[in-house]
C-alpha cells in the first residue's frame, strides 16, 4: 500500500498518470485519449475521447460476477417493508424503467426530474436515466411547491417521475399537489410526469400528462434497452447546492470523472470491499446521497441500503438493528443525525451485533467534540469526519484509511484527499499562508475528477462565483475557512461569511460554537456576528438549552465559558436562549437567517428552510428581550 504522502503527492504532481491509473477501476467502451485537457481553466476536462455510461458501471458489468448478490435492500419502516433486488432484479427493475422513459421521449441529454422519496423505484430512475444518457436532477421530497418550481424551471426536464404521497412518522405526506402546484409556478411544463403510486391516498390525474407508472411497468416486464454510451465529459446530472448561504446553485456533473473519481474514494477512504453492504443514511436528495447511496456502493459492486423513516421510528436502535441484520461494513451518516440521537438513550444502540461495522463515516458540517464522544462510546467505532461540498461531488478532506491507516484528531476532517491542490490562503491577497494562520480554503485548478464542470447552463457564474477570488489566479473558493496544524491536518472555522471581525480579530463563528457547545447545559448553538458601531462586528449567540427549566443565570455562565477558554474578545454580546434554531432540509443551521432578523433585515430567501415558523419564535425571543 503507498501511504498517503506518496500518493496525494502523485495525485498533484503526475495527475495524468494518477487518474489514468484510477480510470481502470472502471469499464469503458472506448478509451480515452487523453487524461486531463485544461487547456480553458476553470475549465476542466478529464478522460477526454472516452466512452461510458454510469448505469453500466453500477449494474450491468456486475451481472457477470455478481447477478444473485444482493445490490439494493429497501428497508421502509413506514411501510413495513424490506425488499432485496439481487444485481439481476436491480438490472430488470432499470431496464423496464428505462423502456417506460424512452416511451414518454426521454433521450440523451434530456432532464429528468425525480422528486420522490427513499424508494427502490427512485433508484431505479436515476439509473434509468442514465442509461439513456439523460440528466437527472433529483429534488429533495421534503422540498415544498416553491423550491421545487425554481427547480424546474432551471432544469427544464422533458419528464418528471413522482409519487403520490410519502410518509413520515406514519404520516401520509402529499407530494402530488406540490408537484402539480410547483409546474403550475413554473413556465416550463414537463411533457410527461410518471406518478409511482403507492397506493397511499387518491391523487388528480392530469389528463395528457400523467402516466401511471405500475401500468407501464406491466407493457415493459422484459424489456432490454442498450446503454448510451457518452462521452466521459457528458453530464450526468444536476444538483442544487442546500442553500445555506442563498439562491441554490445547479451544480453539473460530468459521467467518466465522476465514476472514476467515486470508485476511487470506496477503498481509499470507506476502506470498503465488493460484496460488502454499505448503508448511507443520507436522503438521494443531497450529493452524499447521489455518491454514497445511489452510485459508489453499485459501482463497487457492493449491497446499498436505502431507508425510508427517522433514526427514532420505532426506537433510537432501528439503523442499528440494520447494521446487525444485513452485516453493515461501512457507515455514512451526519452529525446532525447523531445530534438526534444523543437526546436518546445509548443502551438502544448498544444492544446490537455491530462486529460487521468497521467505521463510521460522517459528514456535512462541522462534527463537534461532544456528539463524536457520544457516539463513538455508544457503538465503539472509529468516527471518521470527512468534508466536501455538493460542488466537488467527493471528499475534499478525509482521512484516507484506505491509503495509510491515519490517527484521528478530534475537530479535523483530516488531511487533503488525493487530487486537491489544496491551499489555505489570505483571501486579499491570494498569498499562501503557513502553519496555524487562520485562511480561506481554496483549491488550485484543476480540480480533480468528478468536481462540477460548470453551473447548468451559466458558465459565467460558475467562473464569477468560485473562481475570481484572487483575480489572475486559478483558485477555486470553497468559502470555508480554516486552520492547518503542525501535522497538516485541517480544521474548519466556518464559512468565509460567518468570519466575525471584532475590534481588529478575526473569528470563525465554530470557535465561539464550540466554547459553548462544551457548557452542560447546552444541546445546540448558532453564533453570528453584527454590525457594531464600536467594535465593527460583535457576536451573539443563540442557544437551545438541554434542559429547558435549568436555564436561570445561562446567559452568564455562557459568557464565562467563553471568557475562559477564547478569552473575552470572543465573548458574544448577547446570549438567547431559544427551543430550535433555523436549519435547511439538510439539517445545516442558516446563519445569514439569524444575522439579518438581528439587524432588522430581510432573511432573504428562506426557501430552502426547514421550518420557517422557527424564525418568526425567534424574532419574537429577540424583541421580547
Ligand atoms: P449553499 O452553497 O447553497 O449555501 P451549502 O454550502 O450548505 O449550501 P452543501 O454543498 O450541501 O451546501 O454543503 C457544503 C458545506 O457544508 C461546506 O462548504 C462546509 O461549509 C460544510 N461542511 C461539509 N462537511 C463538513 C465537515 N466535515 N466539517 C465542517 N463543515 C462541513
Ligand atoms: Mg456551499
Not at 76 to 91: A, D, G, K, M, N
Not at 154 to 179: F, M, Q, W
Not at 237 to 255: E, H
Not at 456 to 465: A, E, I, N, P
Request: one cysteine or more; glycine letters at 8%; charged letters at 20%.
Amino acid at each position: 500500500m503507498p501511504k498517503y504522502t506518496d500518493f496525494f503527492q502523485q495525485s498533484i504532481d503526475q495527475p495524468e498518470l494518477f487518474w489514468g491509473e484510477q480510470a481502470k477501476l472502471i469499464d469503458w467502451n472506448q478509451p480515452f485519449e487523453k487524461v486531463l485537457d485544461y487547456s480553458q481553466p476553470p475549465f476542466a476536462r478529464w478522460f477526454v475521447g472516452g466512452k461510458t455510461n454510469i448505469c453500466f458501471n453500477a449494474v450491468d458489468r456486475h451481472l457477470k460476477d455478481r447477478s444473485n448478490q444482493a445490490a439494493l435492500i429497501a428497508v421502509s419502516v413506514e411501510t413495513q417493508t424490506e425488499v432485496t433486488y439481487s444485481y439481476q432484479e436491480l438490472y430488470e427493475e432499470v431496464n423496464r424503467m428505462a423502456a417506460i422513459m424512452q416511451a414518454q421521449g426521454v433521450k440523451k441529454g434530456d432532464r429528468v426530474l425525480i422528486y420522490m422519496p427513499m424508494v427502490a423505484t427512485a433508484c431505479f430512475a436515476m439509473l434509468a436515466a442514465l442509461r439513456l444518457g439523460a440528466i437527472h436532477s433529483v429534488v429533495f421530497g421534503g422540498f415544498a411547491s416553491h423550491s421545487l418550481a425554481a427547480r424546474i424551471e432551471d432544469a427544464k426536464p422533458t419528464l418528471i417521475v413522482s409519487t403520490e404521497a410519502g410518509l413520515r412518522g406514519g404520516k401520509v405526506v402529499p407530494y402530488k399537489p406540490l408537484l402539480d402546484e410547483a409546474i403550475n409556478l413554473s413556465s416550463h411544463k414537463p411533457s410527461s410526469v410518471l406518478i409511482v403510486s403507492r397506493h397511499l391516498c387518491d391523487y388528480e390525474k392530469v389528463a395528457g400528462r400523467d402516466v401511471d407508472y405500475h401500468e407501464l411497468r406491466a407493457a415493459h416486464m422484459d424489456a432490454r434497452v442498450d446503454c448510451t454510451w457518452l462521452e466521459a465529459t457528458d453530464p450526468s446530472y444536476i444538483l442544487y447546492t442546500s442553500g445555506t448561504t442563498g439562491k441554490p446553485k445547479g451544480v453539473q456533473r460530468d459521467t467518466g470523472g465522476y465514476a472514476v473519481a467515486l470508485a476511487a474514494t470506496m477503498p481509499n477512504i470507506f476502506c470498503a470491499k465488493p460484496g460488502e453492504t454499505m448503508f448511507c443514511t443520507s436522503d438521494i436528495g443531497w450529493v452524499v446521497g447521489h455518491g454514497y447511496i445511489i452510485y459508489a456502493p453499485l459501482i463497487h459492486g457492493m449491497a446499498t441500503i436505502m431507508f425510508e423513516g427517522t433514526p427514532l421510528n420505532p426506537d433510537a436502535g432501528i439503523w442499528w438493528s440494520l447494521v446487525e441484520k444485513y452485516r453493515v461494513s461501512t457507515m455514512f451518516s451526519a452529525p446532525t443525525a447523531i445530534r438526534v440521537l444523543k437526546k436518546q438513550d445509548p443502551k438502544f444502540l448498544e444492544q446490537y451485533d455491530l462486529s460487521s461495522l468497521r467505521n463510521l463515516f460522517l459528514a456535512g458540517e462541522p462534527l463537534d467534540e461532544p456528539t463524536a464522544d457520544w457516539i463513538s462510546s455508544a457503538i465503539q467505532k472509529p468516527i471518521i469526519d470527512n468534508y466536501w461540498q455538493t460542488e466537488t461531488g467527493w471528499p475534499i478532506l478525509a482521512l484516507q484509511h484506505g491509503v495509510e491507516v491515519m490517527p484521528t484528531k478530534l475537530g479535523s476532517p483530516g488531511l487533503p484527499v488525493f487530487g486537491y491542490n489544496m491551499k489555505l490562503i489570505d483571501e486579499n491577497t491570494g498569498e499562501e499562508l503557513g502553519r496555524n494562520q487562520k485562511g480561506l480554503l481554496a483549491i488550485e485548478g484543476p480540480l480533480p475528477p468528478g468536481c462540477l464542470q460548470t453551473l447548468w447552463g451559466d458558465d459565467d457564474r460558475f467562473v464569477k462565483t468560485y473562481w475570481q477570488t484572487i483575480p489572475g489566479k486559478m483558485l477555486y473558493s470553497t468559502f470555508d475557512w480554516g486552520i492547518k496544524d503542525d501535522d497538516g491536518y485541517y480544521f474548519i472555522l466556518g464559512r468565509t461569511d460567518d468570519v466575525i471581525n471584532t475590534a481588529g480579530h478575526r473569528l470563525g463563528t465554530r470557535e465561539i460554537e464550540e466554547s459553548i457547545a462544551s457548557h452542560s447545559n447546552v444541546a445546540e448553538v448558532a453564533v453570528v456576528g453584527i454590525a457594531d458601531n464600536l467594535k465593527g462586528q460583535v457576536a451573539i449567540a443563540f442557544a437551545i438549552p438541554k434542559d429547558a427549566s435549568k436555564t436561570e443565570g445561562l446567559e452568564d455562565q455562557i459568557m464565562k465559558t467563553v471568557d475562559r477558554q477564547l478569552g473575552p474578545v470572543a465573548r458574544p454580546a448577547k446570549v438567547y436562549v431559544v427551543p430550535a434554531l433555523p436549519k435547511t432540509r439538510s439539517g445545516k443551521i442558516v446563519r445569514r437567517a439569524l444575522q439579518a432578523i438581528l439587524e432588522g433585515r430581510d432573511p432573504g430567501d428562506v426557501s430552502t428552510l426547514e421550518d420557517k415558523n422557527i424564525l418568526t419564535q425567534i424574532q419574537g425571543i429577540i424583541q421580547g428581550s
